[in-house]
């Protein structure tokens, strides 16, 4: 299940979901919220564009490499676009596994990899009304190229 | 009955973020020459002058067809979807 939204989500409601198949022995999740600091300080918001239809399509093929690499039940990716301010919540991962550790390491997978492969960018408001466009980080990188990615 | 003329090859050219706002635009329809690659259009549109020029300076630029990441060497066809942009930063 892949949703890209401008609309907060609920972590409750996705971890419901991810739990009622009975197979599952664990689920791992990962939640990106807005910081306060980012490549400027006095982060107030940040603003997300995205392009849709590739992100949708690059973050299924995502969670297809997972499913190729660890046995997982389910995987469930939500990112939000649009204005979001200080504190909302930015982007969840949660994966379903028999095992907790294919479920932590195939969340750890997608979220990292979505980080240098998905089409999102992210732009940095500050208190003082000022904006700029994020840079992608070298350790970004470094993390998707140790997985294989990137 | 006279044949109608053939319709120029074109392609769909879409910019996102930083790119998007450095050109003033979202989206053109370029004419496409025969056998041209991603590497051809970019010169192509650089050639216009400024802001364009700034294509084909050292900033990492970052090239989709059809929404699948390609090389620039990367053959174009009629009716394709180019994007480009800078490199990604979601999450």
Redesign the interface.
């Known amino acids: 299940m892949i949703r890209i939204q401008t609309e907060d989500f609920d972590v409750g409601t996705e971890i419901a979901a991810l739990e009622n198949n009975g197979r599952s022995g664990a689920i791992a999740t990962f939640t990106?919220l807005v910081r306060n600091r980012g490549d400027r300080q006095d982060v107030a918001a940040l603003f997300?564009?995205?392009?849709p239809?590739?992100t949708e399509?690059v973050i299924a093929d995502l969670i297809d490499q997972a499913r190729g690499r660890w046995t997982i039940d389910d995987a469930r990716v939500i990112?939000r676009v649009g204005h979001l301010p200080l504190g909302d919540r930015?982007?969840f991962v949660g994966v379903s596994s028999a095992h907790r550790q294919d479920a932590f390491a195939a969340c750890e997978f997608i979220?990292d990899a979505?980080?240098?492969?998905?089409?999102?960018?992210?732009?940095e408001i500050t208190a003082d009304g000022e904006s700029h466009?994020?840079?992608?980080k070298d350790s970004d990188r470094e993390k998707a190229k140790g997985w294989g990615n990137g | 009955m006279s044949a109608s003329p053939q319709a120029e090859p074109t392609i769909t050219v879409k910019f996102f973020a930083s790119l998007r706002e450095r050109l003033g635009t979202d989206e053109l329809t370029a004419p496409l020459s025969a056998g041209a690659t991603v590497a051809d259009l970019i010169g192509t549109l650089a050639e216009q002058g400024t802001p364009w020029d700034s294509l084909k300076g050292d900033r990492p630029l970052l090239v989709a067809v059809n929404q699948a990441m390609v090389k620039p060497s990367h053959p174009l066809k009629p009716g394709d979807e180019v994007a480009l942009f800078p490199p990604v930063t979601g999450g």
């Open positions: 990106g997300l564009e995205h392009y239809g590739m399509n990112h930015i982007v979220m979505l980080k240098t492969s998905a089409p999102f960018w992210k732009k466009w994020v840079e992608q």
